[in-house]
């Protein structure tokens, strides 16, 4: 498939739990050599991410970042370099500076190189007011200090695309369920973790209480999400194009427990919410995605039953 007039494409954050997965599918898409994975860690024990081109890259560097644009023919950057919830919460003025100030580093690259951009979104964004079914335009008043710098970023976007023309695009990420690559630190961590301690040492503690439901999606719809997103034409997208609602599946910690339960004979698993408890309460049950599917055409594939096939085996193969 062609890349949009010719150019490349750069990953930041790539060796993350959504850039390692999203690098491998835009280089199977697009070819390796026409992707460049960058991040501030160092490449080893990343296989799928070295098998292309991969530079060590600082976001706040933003004159290293519109060298490396301009030196690669980029012409779309997929900025996934960020600090995660319940790490930004240990950490508000890392997590303000570089969600924040990485992101206008990255605007101000796509300002001045002519370059597209996907800077994607969480439903941190909602807050304590929100509906427990949050809609598209659901108020923004996250507790936390990560569901605010995703708002600033949402803004920050919509700014650029408005006043300079940037074409930025965006989808708040529900919690994210895949085998791949770790978690990062984030609120929903648990249904990750819960696969591989439960295969590998047939128990789990929860650090959330059972009756705790939250949004879920499996990796490959959250890169195929992204990847329609980045295809749509531009004037098909309205006003909400810098954080699109988009939803999987929805379930409590106790229901993902049972499932796993019948899978694994002997499984045990216990509940002992900490810190990242209050985050999860903060938070809406399920979201509303119907202006992503009526603009987009976006739909999900995996249920919960699926889901947990995939992981299973991605994890026993792996």
Known sequence: MKLYEGSKILVTGALGQIGTDLTEALRK????????????????NHPSVSDGIFQNLDIM????????????DIGIIYHLAALLSAVGEKNPEKCRKINIDGTISILEAARLCSLRVFAPSSIAVFGPDCPSHASQSSPLNPTTVYGQTKVIGEKLAREYWEIHGVDT??????GLISYKSPPGGGTTDYAVEIFHSAINHGQYEFFVEPNTRLPMLYMDDAIRATLSLMDSPSESLGIFRSGFNVSGITFTAQELASKIEERIEGFKYSFVP?????????????????????EWKWSPQFDLDSIIDA????????
């Open 29 to 44: 898409k697009y070819g390796q050599n026409n992707v460049i994975a960058t991040d501030i860690r160092t490449i080893e």
């Open 311 to 318: 992981m299973f085996e991605g994890i026993e193969n792996t």
């Open 274 to 294: 900490d810190h990242r408890q209050k985050i999860a309460d903060s938070w809406p049950d399920s979201i509303d995605d119907s202006i992503s599917r009526k």
């Open 61 to 72: 560097e933003t004159q290293k970042l519109i060298e490396i644009c301009r030196n690669n």
């Open 169 to 174: 695009r965006g989808i708040r990420y529900p």
